[in-house]
């Protein structure tokens, strides 16, 4: 690599640096929180890297508290989270989807300011099949001299953070702190985020639908109706359709180029599959900063209150012409 071209990379710890200039009372514990995130974030890309050739493919034997059988990945990618982020002071509390509940530390409210919401691995049915995978997470604050317990369920339009890891091709990086959403690409050679997308913008309407239509006959109809205005060029373009059943993925892609992914209520689950707190929320957070939406149907996905840290929501997510015209639809 040239010196010129060495000058010109901007790192992910170089932007968050940069980002938290903007905030005057900054004191830098949130970019050392961040920079947590991506340690754990390198680590898990590692070990996927290498599922196939170490044993690491496969079940680990228990049962989350989704009913969802673990898989090793998971087992690694949470205690990678766990570590990573549980050793830094500014943590009150870590809640992640392969937890029954928060793990909290003995921090008092100055030092111990973060919660963090994760899903260490999301889409992990599809690893052993070599299909992208992802990490999402969600940092709120603790109110300084709060109960932390009582603190962790807080709307998403309380977030301060949120991201995500996509273990794809390559394996890129895409964080808001609310003043826009931002891209980093993992440089193998150097053991770095790099920027690749400097303020995304998604654009208001795309080429795609992404929802699993196997479920469609047990939604309600008007869903059916929604695909088939989308298929007919009814909302805006004639729309194709992309599902990789690795919600990550799909929502990289609808960032990216636009259209909707959704996953409403069906038969089997009535509330919705996805997790309000720790799939939902980050993605919404990320979509509205670049210039989407995001809502479970009547209400906007950041306005809902948590009831419970692994409580489900019914998602359409995307750009603002897909999911309006949705909700219009489900209004009736
Ligand atoms: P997980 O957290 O157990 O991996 O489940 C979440 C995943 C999402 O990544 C994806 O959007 C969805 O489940 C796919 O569900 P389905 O297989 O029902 O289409
Ligand atoms: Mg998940």
Known sequence: MTQKQQSMITTVQQHILQ???????????????LSGITLAGK????????????????????????????QKLDVYANRAMEHCLGLRDSVAALVS??????????????????IIVFDPLDGSSNIDVNVNVGTIFSVFKRPQWGDVNSSVLQPGSKQVAAGYVLYGPSTILVYT?????????????????????????????????????????????????????????????????????????DFHRTLLKGGIFFYPPTEKTPLGKLRLMYEANPLAFIAEQA????????????????????????????SKTEVEALRSMLKG
């Open 19 to 33: 980002q938290q200039a903007n905030f005057p009372d900054a004191t830098g514990t949130f970019s050392w929180l």
């Open 177 to 249: 702190t609310g003043s826009g959403v931002h891209g980093f690409t993992l440089d193998p050679t150097i053991g770095a985020f790099v920027l690749s997308w400097e303020n995304m913008k998604m654009p208001e309407a795309g080429p795609y639908y992404s929802v699993n239509e196997a479920y469609l006959e047990e939604s309600a109809p008007v869903y059916t109706q929604f695909v088939h205005d989308m298929r007919s060029g009814k909302i805006g373009p004639k729309h194709g359709s992309r599902y990789i059943g690795s919600l990550v993925a």
């Open 43 to 70: 680590m898990i890309e590692a070990k996927i890297r290498s599922a196939g050739l170490t044993d690491i493919l496969g079940a680990y034997g228990n049962t989350n508290v989704q009913g969802e059988q673990q």
């Open 97 to 114: 989807e392969e937890d029954d509940e928060p793990v909290v530390y003995n921090r008092d409210g100055e030092t111990g300011k973060y």
């Open 291 to 318: 210039g989407g939406a995001a809502t479970n149907g009547t209400d906007r996905i950041l306005d809902i209150q948590p009831e419970g840290i692994h409580q489900r929501t019914a998602l359409a997510i995307g």
